[in-house]
């Protein structure tokens, strides 16, 4: 099956698609033939060393396409079916991959809407968990406007929360159409807050990992109301939970988000699609921060 692949740490340059063995479902998982491959910002930290060391390395944690192969003990899906999940090996963005958690795709999205689902989705809900997030609490959400932060802002309002959100002005409008308030982020970020909520919020979740933790700190009323998926370092620093999956992953909200899909109350647009042969280009379009919404990868 073609693969993409780095051999070398370093820029978009150094991914490639090769040939690679066809993987095959362990007790539990699935194989799927991929027809779709998300791209996320840890994919960029992996190829440029920041996580793990072994080389070479494949890519990808998330993919949706068509059933082919099931594992011993897999009675949930069918060959045929489709479905998104997280890849068992890092190895989405293949022609083929073996998933461990999966659910059905919803019937008004395509394989390419569905591929952007899974990390966006889990590391959401996993953040709004941990903090505990629910109807008539306040929520500050710092860098909303991304996937992660529009799926923040979305999951958050199903739950009852009201949602103030930092982003440029470019991206208020957005930002309002999902449900939230928005603010600018910046110098003068804790007065603009305010002036929305002015006793503070009661938890405060950083997306962006711009530096802003004594903020959130200050405006949530203590470390032990905020939690940060972006800045690791910060979280040392001044006490703050650093939520990155190894402390459990929401693995239910593959499963819970379809119903809301298809209700109308959660949408994760792609902002751009890109044959697989081009994975090199959509990691460049990646770190260039100028696309709001998914990057995603054509298979088949």
Do not use: C, W
Not at 52 to 66: K, N, S, W
Not at 165 to 184: C, I, K, M
Not at 247 to 258: F, Q
């Amino acid at each position: 099956m073609k693969a993409a692949r780095f051999e070398h740490f370093g820029g978009p340059e150094v991914l490639e698609v090769v040939d690679l063995p066809d993987p095959h479902p362990g007790p539990g998982q699935i194989r799927i033939a991929v027809r779709a491959a998300g791209v996320n910002p840890s994919d960029g930290k992996k190829r440029r060393g920041l996580m793990d060391q072994e080389l070479p390395q494949t890519m990808g944690h998330e993919a949706a396409g068509v059933v082919d192969e099931l594992g011993e003990g897999v009675a949930d899906v069918a060959v045929g079916d489709r479905v998104f999940g997280f890849s068992a090996t890092e190895a989405a963005q293949a022609e083929l991959v073996v998933l461990s958690h999966y659910a059905p795709i919803p019937p008004s999205l395509d394989f390419a809407g569905a591929a952007g689902l899974p990390a966006a989705v889990e590391t959401a809900t996993r953040a709004l968990d941990r903090l505990g997030v629910q109807s008539g609490r306040t929520l500050l959400v710092s860098g909303a406007s991304g996937s992660v932060g529009s799926a923040v802002v979305q999951l958050a309002v199903v739950r009852g929360a009201r949602v103030i959100g930092t982003a440029s002005p470019a991206n208020h409008d957005y930002l309002r159409s999902l449900g939230a308030e928005p603010v600018a982020y910046g110098e003068g970020l804790v007065e603009r807050v305010r002036a929305l909520a002015p006793k503070g919020v009661d938890r405060a979740l950083d997306v962006a990992g711009s530096g802003v933790l004594p903020d959130l700190i200050g405006l949530a009323g203590g470390p032990e109301h905020v939690v940060t998926i972006a800045d690791f370092a910060g979280a040392q620093q001044y006490g703050v939970t650093f939520s990155r999956g190894d402390d459990g992953r929401a693995l239910h909200a593959l499963a819970d988000v379809g119903g809301l899909i298809e209700a109308g109350r959660f949408s994760l647009p792609v902002a751009r699609t890109f044959p697989l042969a081009e994975v090199a280009k959509a990691h460049r379009v990646m770190e260039d921060g100028q696309a709001r919404g998914k990057l995603v990868l054509l298979v088949g």
